[in-house]
């Protein structure tokens, strides 16, 4: 599979630039799945403290015309997260774009911080505890954003599921790119799984970019920065099969 990960901005005259040329990357590239950062192409919410009814709404609808944009890319598969609504919740949601079903929803976001600069647990009811594999055509995917990195407790059950893609649209700043890449290797070395992860971009450093393409190994495949904000790269899927039944993800298996 030909998996193209990103680093976008969200400003509109930077999302339009950035957005046309990623557009032109995938196509060029013929991006077969492309990850986008979390809560692409809108503003984040969680910067605010307080809560506000009516900036969610303007938010919630902006980020639904953004999502008509998805066909640009030219890919089979999309993935990435939105606002959205189920009764009176309101939700981190991760979706998944195909040309066959349009946007359908995947998980909620469970786990979230409350912190200055990060106060998701104001804007957002938790969503869904567990963390189920997902498909893209014959791939196998799970979904864990940004703060569910972290959940490390997960990657046990992806093995266990024949998980071949860990997903993680993530809004992470630039002074702590380097643990979170410590997670994504995590990730894939524990599930035997590909972490595959796409970040949010901003002036000020509030969120760095930095997304990355690490194999089940644990060997940095691709990386995204300002010289080069969008990669792709060709994985083979029956590595993380192979991947399953070896060091170490054989030793749990056996317990």
Not at 5 to 33: G, Y
Not at 104 to 122: D, I, T, V
Not at 209 to 235: K, N, Q
Request: proline share 6%.
């Amino acid at each position: 599979m030909r998996i193209t990960v990103c680093e976008l901005p969200h400003e509109p005259a930077a999302l339009d630039a950035a957005w046309s040329a990623l557009c032109d990357h995938t196509i060029a590239h013929e991006s077969e799945l492309v990850l986008l950062p979390e809560f692409a192409m809108v503003e984040p919410l969680w910067e605010s403290e307080h809560f506000d009814a009516t900036r969610w709404s303007v938010v919630e609808t902006l980020s639904g015309l953004q999502l008509r944009r998805l066909p640009e890319l030219r890919a089979e598969y999309v993935v990435g997260t939105r606002p959205a609504r189920w009764g009176d919740r309101r939700l981190n949601q991760g979706y998944l774009w195909s040309e066959a079903a349009g946007v359908q929803p995947l998980r909620s976001k469970y786990f979230m911080p409350n912190e200055p600069g990060s106060w998701e647990a104001k804007w957002f009811q938790k969503g869904d505890a567990e963390f189920p594999a997902f498909g893209a055509g014959s791939v196998a995917f799970g979904v864990n954003i940004c703060t569910e990195l972290w959940a490390v407790e997960t990657y046990a059950a992806y093995a266990a599921l024949g998980v071949e893609l860990v997903l993680s649209p993530r809004a992470t700043a630039l002074a702590t790119t380097t643990k979170w890449l410590a997670a994504g290797v995590v990730a894939a070395v524990r599930s035997g799984a590909f972490s595959v992860s796409s970040n949010r971009v901003e002036p000020s450093g509030a969120c760095g970019g930095g997304g990355w393409i690490i194999d089940p190994s644990g060997e940095l495949l691709a990386m995204t920065s300002v010289s080069e904000p969008f990669a792709t790269r060709d994985i083979d899927v029956a590595q993380a099969a192979r991947a399953k039944e070896s060091y170490p993800r054989y030793v749990f298996s056996e317990s």
